[in-house]
């Protein structure tokens, strides 16, 4: 009987509690949204765990002398951009427009410190998005490391990636996303990051491979992945993580996202497939390494488009893509530039074919003109993200080089990053009992 | 014949390796070991600085006709060392005399299978 009496007053408490909350809402704050929510967390986890996967992806190309010191790269961009992105990225991405909109600033961003209790029109909290985003930002700079493998020395590479992500990252970032970016306002589409993140990391990874010089000894001597086992699965965390990274992009949990979510799934297999028909056709043979570029190829490819493109778009954005990386990497090969992992052949020149080729596949509705309007948005993006990106990487490099250094003595790159930056070893237990 | 057997330190694999192609000494075996020697090599594990009990080494392995045998002993000694003066850990090379030596892929014995 007692029981039962607290039990009413608890229910009475609750009801209050409910209609005390439905009062606020009504005041004009929105709602949380559970849903959109508990999705937005999960985007958030999974677009966390592409960055391991990165770090395994490209851990497991370079030689055994370098794989933890490659995989430190992937993991240093967590640590640096994670604390960089709280204290003023988000701020600089997401704020209004300031010094005419070439980034945002809003000092309520500012070490996220007035955001404790925002709810976003989307139903979301906003520290949800701004977590959100900041994993964008982690993986950019981290994709860059590619093309420096082997050879950069880790205080340059940490310097290095702290002004990209402060001078290229977060301003496109605000061009292309934020609500008065110059580009979103002309109506670029940019779903999940193909401009913002792969053409600009692409491009800022060509020019540091041009900078930094090739590897001793490339093209001649011949320079074995270590393990291609851990690429493999680096591989799979990327296409699996990707669906937060693409259907998390549409910020709600609805139709956008389920309609995201389909064209990633296929673009990243008709990429997969397409590589390994034209491996197939062209050497007998169909490599595992081959295979996963094509995934690569086909997800970064559908990035930009994403929310945008009928499934029968992403089947062709995806086959085709891989198709350009493969003779992209080809003719990487015939120039003798050694950008290592391929991150501009992969990541630049897919993204680049995604966010133009998206044009041709739009489905009804989706854009915000003339197909020509749109392609020229689009174009001007891709270019600007590219010029961009790439002046401002060749001006940062020559800065970090100068006061810090970045490429490592010749010593130090023979014996191996491990052994010279990190004084450890990645597979010790190749060895009896070290 | 001699049969010459390096232990290096692994950051030098490269320096060595090349020396020796350099010096026309191209046919070498390498293998991964782990040894006790003079040197008090130290680790970072979690911050913690380690002294294993084993130090991995590399093991270089040549075959090769008497007339070959100093350029290649020279020519390790030039690229193993640390330092101009080396260092302790710098390893060791023993020579051994080689009864046989047969190509498989040809039979070719002695000289000739080198």
Not at chain 1, 148 to 172: D, T
Not at chain 1, 251 to 258: Q, R, Y
Not at chain 2, 42 to 64: D, F, M, Q, S, W
Request: glycine share 12%.
């Amino acid at each position: 009987m007692k029981k039962s009496k607290r039990a009413a007053i608890w229910a009475v408490f609750a009801t209050l509690m409910c209609l005390v909350g439905t009062v606020h809402a009504a005041d004009g704050s929105p709602e949380i949204d559970t849903g959109t929510t508990a999705w937005m967390l999960t985007s958030t986890t999974l677009v966390l765990l592409m960055v391991p996967g990165l770090a395994m992806f490209y851990g497991g190309l370079v030689r055994t002398k370098n794989v933890l010191g490659t995989m430190m790269h992937s993991f240093a961009a967590m640590a640096i951009i994670g604390v960089l992105w709280m204290v003023c990225g988000y701020s600089m991405a997401f704020g209004p427009n300031v010094l005419g909109g070439w980034c945002g600033w809003n000092p309520d961003y500012f070490m996220l410190k007035g955001i404790d209790t925002t709810i976003l029109d989307s139903g979301i909290p906003e520290y949800v998005f701004a977590m959100f985003q900041g994993k964008f930002a982690i993986i950019a700079p981290a994709l860059i490391a590619g093309a420096f493998a082997e050879r950069i020395k880790f205080r340059g590479y940490c310097i290095f990636i702290v002004l990209w992500s402060l001078l290229v990252y977060n301003p496109l970032c605000h061009w292309v996303w934020a609500s008065d970016g110059f580009l979103f306002k002309q109506g670029a589409i940019d779903f999940a990051g193909g401009t913002v993140i792969h053409i600009s990391a692409g491009s800022a990874a060509l020019v540091g491979a041009l900078y930094l010089g090739a590897r001793r000894g490339y093209p001649k001597t011949a320079m074995h992945p270590n393990n291609l086992v851990m690429t493999l699965v680096g591989a799979g965390f990327l296409w699996v993580g990707w669906f937060g990274f693409n259907a998390g992009s549409s910020v709600e949990s609805g139709l956008k996202t389920a309609q995201a979510l389909t064209a990633t799934q296929i673009a990243a297999a008709s990429g997969a497939l397409s590589w390994m028909i034209l491996e197939g056709l062209l050497h007998k043979k169909v490599s595992s390494l081959g295979f996963v570029s094509g995934v690569l190829a086909g997800l970064v490819s559908i990035t930009p488009a994403a929310g945008d493109v009928l499934p029968w778009g992403a089947l062709v954005l995806g086959a085709v893509g891989a198709v350009f990386c493969y003779y992209a990497i080809e003719l990487k090969n015939k120039l003798g530039y050694d950008d290592t992992l391929d991150v501009f052949g992969i990541h630049g020149v897919a993204a680049i074919w995604g966010a133009i080729g998206l044009v041709f596949f739009l489905r009804p509705g989706a854009g915000s003109g003339s197909f020509w309007g749109q392609l020229w948005v689009q174009t001007e993006g891709s270019i600007i993200s590219l010029v961009y990106s790439g002046v401002m990487t060749l001006i940062i490099l020559i800065v970090v080089d100068k006061f810090f250094g970045l490429r490592l003595s010749e010593a130090d790159e023979k014996a191996g990053m491990d052994h010279s930056l990190h004084s450890e070893r990645g597979y010790g237990m190749l060895n009896l009992n070290s | 014949m001699k049969l010459i057997t390096a232990i290096i330190q692994e950051d030098k694999l490269d320096d060595v390796r090349e020396a020796l192609i350099a010096a026309e000494i191209g046919r070498i075996t390498v293998t991964r070991v782990d040894g006790h020697g003079q040197q008090q090599t130290t680790e970072i594990y979690r911050g913690l600085v380690v002294v294993p009990n084993l130090i991995p080494k590399v093991e270089v392995k040549i075959a090769v006709n008497d007339a070959f045998v100093d350029t290649a002993v020279d020519t390790i000694l030039a690229a193993a060392r640390h330092g101009a003066d080396g260092k302790p850990g710098d390893g060791k090379i023993f020579i051994a005399p080689l009864e046989e030596c047969i190509r498989i892929s040809t039979g070719e014995r002695g000289g000739e299978g080198i």
